[in-house]
């Protein structure tokens, strides 16, 4: 499967070898988180979007065909989505970075993808589908606990947007006692 996509991965991410690292393609394919930072906290993000616009596509479905044939990717997808109640779309970005950055490593050396078992062995591709199939299956009652858990969580974070949360090391604009809260007019004194 990865071997019928190299070419045209390739010509979306061009030449592998003018990146710096594989990091560095990671981040050029777009999927990696956008990481927001301010002293001493930061969170993950939406992608970045960065690079070619059809490459994090054309990556993203191939690391949905490969979770199939592959059974490193149907592992860390199953730990993703039954384990830590990742959705779909979530898991198969993780796979798609994982994927791109073996196929940029494959290029880099001239080695073609190979197929390998969790144990490291190499195996064909009929072999991977059947590894995928029975080890790795994912039924009904695993998605039914996995959006119950995400449901539950929802219903947790009390805070829905940013207006609403409170910054507790701000100190308030101007002093509290220079605002009246009485609405009441005031009637003018006769002297």
Sequence with gaps: MARRREGADQVLLGDPNRFTSLA?????TGLVPRISQSGLTGHHGPPTRAGDPGLPESVFK?????RH?????ASRYHDLVVNKGKHHNSALCTLAAM?????AA?????????????DGHEITEAEGRTICATRYKIDKTDCAKTIIRRRS?????????????????????????????????RT???T
Excluded: M
């Design 24 to 28: 560095a393609i990671r981040s050029f």
């Design 62 to 66: 191939a690391a949905d065909l490969a």
């Design 69 to 73: 044939v592959d059974p490193t990717l």
């Design 99 to 103: 994927l791109i950055t073996r196929l």
């Design 106 to 118: 494959c290029w880099r050396n001239g080695t073609l993808y190979e197929l390998r078992d969790t």
């Design 153 to 185: 969580q929802r219903l947790k974070d009390t805070t829905t947007s940013r207006r609403d949360q409170e910054s507790l090391s701000a100190p308030a604009a101007g002093s509290s006692a220079s605002h009246s809260t009485n609405t009441t007019p």
């Design 188 to 190: 003018p004194q006769r």
